[in-house]
């Protein structure tokens, strides 16, 4: 944990109240009980692209870490079959195509017949019956068209929202069935998943001030959500980060999060002189300047002012003098 670290205004006193003549009484004051911890950079949404048909993995055009937006064809797949069906249809039409053809021409000629006698009207009506059968099977095989040549379409995976690729499990020229994953994005946002033990579970509070130490950056976030279920004697939270790094999802770092509240003594960092290792500070004690050998702890920065915390060797009512 870091030696300094900024408290934010929510404490409940201030370290120490200035008094006259470079005095100031000394009061315990309730500081934040902080638990280092690892957190884990997560995608809001984890969404499985899948195909919708089965065939062979005919193209492939991303790979993990690739951004992709909603929409964007990021594989294909190719069910020969269904181009051989396709083919069958359109074969199909064609004969059905020459045989509407050759009963319109029945149909008219039976018509003229009709009109010169030489015909009668069943007669047209059966060639009428024939023609009409034969458009109907006509529209029937343009929809089976159309349902074979929407399942070619549907070769073609599309990005179901936009994010990063997280893994792609299947190779180009592969066989994949319906339903099969070919990629996985992260997408929706990032945060970061923390994994508490069950005792600190009542002490975390929605909304909390989180501090992140990613690298050699130093983040803010905020404790965004906490899960009521409890599993295997750990509660989980999630902290939203702004400007979080996406470039890693499952990256581990260090989050200082507030577990409770403990009390502590601080003094001005400057009231504090350092002589063969030992901490000294400076008392009054009956009107006299007496030096005080203390224990100091960590150094807190508290409205732009270095404050140490003393383990020992003080205590409330202490007046310690400053330079």
């Not at 294909?76 to 051989?84: A, G, T």
């Amino acid at each position: 944990m870091m030696l300094v670290r900024s408290l934010s205004a929510c404490l409940l006193l201030l370290a120490a109240a200035p008094a006259i003549g470079g005095e100031q009484a000394v009061k315990a004051v309730a500081l934040p009980e902080l638990k280092a911890v690892y957190g884990e950079v997560q995608a809001r949404d984890m969404v499985l692209a899948r195909a919708r048909i089965p065939g062979t993995l005919t193209e492939l055009s991303v790979t993990e870490g690739d951004i992709v937006k909603a929409g964007d064809v990021i594989a294909r797949i190719q069910d020969d079959k269904l181009d051989f069906q396709v083919k069958a249809v359109d074969a199909q039409l064609q004969g059905l195509q020459a045989s509407l053809n050759n009963a319109r021409s029945d149909l008219e000629r039976a018509r003229q017949l009709l009109k010169s006698g030489t015909s009668t009207a069943q007669r047209v009506d059966q060639l009428q019956t024939q023609v009409d059968v034969t458009e109907n099977q006509i529209r029937a095989a343009q929809a089976e068209r159309s349902v074979l040549t929407e399942q070619v379409a549907q070769g073609a995976v599309l990005a179901p929202s936009s994010g990063r690729v997280l893994t792609v499990p299947p190779t180009r020229s592969s066989v994949v069935m319906a339903g099969e994953t070919v990629a996985t994005i992260g997408g929706g946002g990032f945060y970061l998943r923390l994994s508490l033990p069950e005792r600190h579970a009542t002490a975390l509070k929605q909304g909390a001030a989180i501090e992140i130490e990613a690298g050699e950056r130093r983040l803010s976030g905020t404790l965004a959500k906490i899960y009521p279920e409890v599993v295997s004697g750990r509660v989980t939270a999630d902290v939203d980060v702004p400007n979080l790094s996406t470039d890693f999802v499952g990256l581990r770092v260090l989050v200082t999060v507030p577990v409770g509240e403990r009390k502590a003594i601080l003094v001005p960092a400057k009231a504090i002189t350092t002589r063969a290792g030992l901490d000294f500070v400076t008392v009054s004690e009956g009107g006299k300047a007496v030096e005080r050998t203390v224990v100091a702890g960590e150094v807190l920065d508290l409205s732009g002012e270095r404050q140490v915390e003393i383990l020992t060797g003080l205590q409330e009512g202490d007046k310690v003098v400053t330079p």
